[in-house]
């Protein structure tokens, strides 16, 4: 397959995910007083103001999953099975997170089935993306153009693993103390695994050349 074939969505993907950050930040920058980036967390932020930064940002990112996804697809990346419907997931997963907002904080008593469902849907996918770097970066080892990625993704994904279980334990156990800046530690290591892979399809893109067919990747 040559690499003109899947260069659009190498663009896309990395431009999606690029102004996923930018419309992220944005959102906090403008946001209401009371949210605060270590004590709230993204959701919080979108909930108050759904049409806002915030919401668009996590809708983009769907867009730019789903186009890094194609592009893998289209690349011959080393993607098993496990790889492709955990990335799906994580696409599904925060789609439902975006449409479908968690509750005001700052009218909350109790969490609605709304909320609830936000709340599933965002954990489901965040663990679906996680466990799909740790199974892609397993796969990696059977490509040339991809092999060398492996140690760095490994890690962001145990980073992203450490950081979601002090997400668990800061909202069952510690009050949500600091939640806030341990979802967002976690978001910065799961998404930006994206934009590593992303990085990398896009300098395959660019690349004057027709990509070799790679062996099989493993089945994970």
Known sequence: MTNGSFRPLAHL??????????????????????????????????????????SI?????VAASLALFAGLRRAAAPMGR???????TWC?????????????????????????????????AFVALIAATFTFAHGLRAD????????????????????????VASTYFGDRFLIGLAER????????????VAMRLLKLAER????AAPRPALAF
């Open 144 to 167: 040339e153009h991809w092999r060398d990625l492996t140690g760095r993704l490994r890690a962001m994904a145990a980073g992203a693993t450490v950081t979601g279980g002090l997400i």
């Open 13 to 54: 993907a990395y431009l999606g995910l690029g102004l996923t950050a930018g419309m992220t930040v944005l959102g906090h920058v403008g946001a209401d007083s009371r949210l605060t980036a270590w004590g709230s967390t993204i959701s919080d932020f979108a909930a108050v103001d759904f049409s806002g930064p915030v």
């Open 185 to 196: 530690t976690m978001a910065a290591f799961a998404v930006g695994a994206l934009v590593v």
């Open 208 to 211: 004057p050349v027709r990509l």
């Open 92 to 124: 599904g997963g925060l789609a439902v997170t975006a449409l479908v907002p968690t509750d005001n904080p700052f009218t909350l008593v109790e969490l609605s089935a709304a909320g609830w469902l936000h709340r599933v849907s965002a954990s489901l």
């Open 82 to 88: 496990w790889t492709k419907a955990l990335l799906l």
């Open 57 to 61: 940002g996590i809708f983009l990112c």
